[in-house]
């Protein structure tokens, strides 16, 4: 197998789809790796690394496409690489496709297969090529929520643990799963007050169960929701519904209920966000207020800590790389219940039915 590993090119994404470790299992088993130049730069991992590793440097873009037949990326594929994909690629990387009626279609016009790491699923259902992006996200969003509740940054001017004398921040996590968790025990650590949400009793009792006394559990409703809305500091969304559009749980007459200067940290962005006012923004702008209400929806949150991030994501997606590259992508599907779920679109099909759903566009299965 040819793999090919690009330069991410969206706003501020410094990850990369594989580490000089994983071109050596590659290559090991006799799989040619090219890796554009400079492409693990930004996660501190340097052309010499690949090249001793076994991995053949290209320069452009263009020429890693053209070369490979498998490209192994970390975000979705943007515009200016539409053309660049072909019906003879196998494109592995994360697509988050009911997020954008524009990639899914350019997409299916390219007849290459496209397997997502959102929706690779365990039998016991957990998501194990999301879990460590999620987990960075989740306590990211802590880390960015404390920041922007900053007065020169328009929030609400609070320290997020107080101090003696002083309460500290109400924090409200949307979602019981990694990324709430991690969440709420950044939080919890930093002494904030925080009440965590979900709608699995199930879940509910387990996160009770581990979390510190400043962690308070409650069933997600709207009502309760509101109840807590006017006095809230900082809002973390969280919810995932595989594979497809986020639920809205925040909708935009709720931020009147809101004081000015609350932070929402809407995590959920690359499956559309679970805020209606939610809109994708970049570490280069990453806050924009409305109603006086500071958001925050960053789509590649885990682009700004590259190091961590690339190597917690390669740890968990070589394995599939490794499979896909020795047996091609219909044999290990086939051998692979977890990884025939990542199918997403293929020959330009929909094979995975909450995208269809998304866009009102014609399934199959795969």
């Excluded at 460590?132 to 922007?148: C, T």
């Excluded at 929402?264 to 209400?293: K, L, M, N, S």
Aim: glycine share 10%; proline share 6%; with cysteine.
């Amino acid at each position: 197998m040819k793999i090919g590993v690009p330069i991410e090119i969206k706003n501020n994404e410094n990850r990369v789809g594989m580490t000089p470790s994983g071109v050596f299992e590659l290559t090991k088993r006799n799989h040619t790796v090219f890796v554009q130049k400079n492409a693990g730069f930004g996660s501190g991992f340097f052309d010499e690394d690949y090249i001793k590793a076994g991995a053949t440097i290209l320069d452009t873009i263009e020429d890693i496409y053209g070369a490979a037949d498998m490209i192994v990326k970390v975000k979705e594929p943007i515009e200016k690489e539409y053309p660049l994909i072909k019906s003879h690629h196998t494109v592995f990387t994360y697509f988050h496709f009911a997020s954008s009626e524009a990639l899914t279609r350019a997409m299916i016009d390219s007849k290459a297969v496209c397997i997502a790491y959102e929706t690779v699923e365990d039998p016991d259902g957990s998501l194990p090529l999301l879990i460590p992006m999620s987990e960075v996200a989740g306590r990211m969003s802590i880390q960015q929520g404390a920041k922007y509740l900053e007065k020169p940054i328009k929030g609400r001017g609070i320290l997020l643990g107080g101090i003696p004398g002083v309460p500290p921040a109400h924090v409200l996590v949307l979602g019981g799963g990694i990324v709430g968790i991690q969440a709420a025990k950044m939080a919890a650590g930093l002494g904030a007050n925080v009440t965590i949400m979900d709608i699995n009793m199930k879940q509910l009792r387990y996160i009770a169960d581990i979390m510190p006394e400043n962690v308070h559990t409650e069933f997600s409703s709207e009502y309760n929701i509101r109840r807590h809305l006017p006095h809230t500091d900082l809002i973390i969304g969280g919810v995932l519904i595989k594979g497809a559009k986020a639920p809205k749980l925040i909708t935009r007459d709720m931020l009147k209920e809101m004081r000015p200067g609350t932070v929402i940290v809407d995590v959920a962005v690359d499956q559309g966000g679970c805020f209606e006012t939610t809109r994708p923004t970049t570490h280069e702008e990453p806050t924009y207020i409305i109603d006086d209400v500071v958001h925050y929806s960053v789509a590649n949150m885990p682009g700004a800590v590259p190091y961590t991030s690339t190597v917690g994501l390669t740890n968990v997606t070589l394995p599939y790389v490794i499979k896909l590259a020795n047996e091609g992508w219909e044999k290990a599907c086939e051998n692979s219940i977890p990884l025939a779920k990542g199918l997403n679109v293929v020959n330009g099909k929909i094979v995975y039915k909450e995208i269809a759903e998304a866009f009102d566009l014609e399934f199959e299965m795969a």
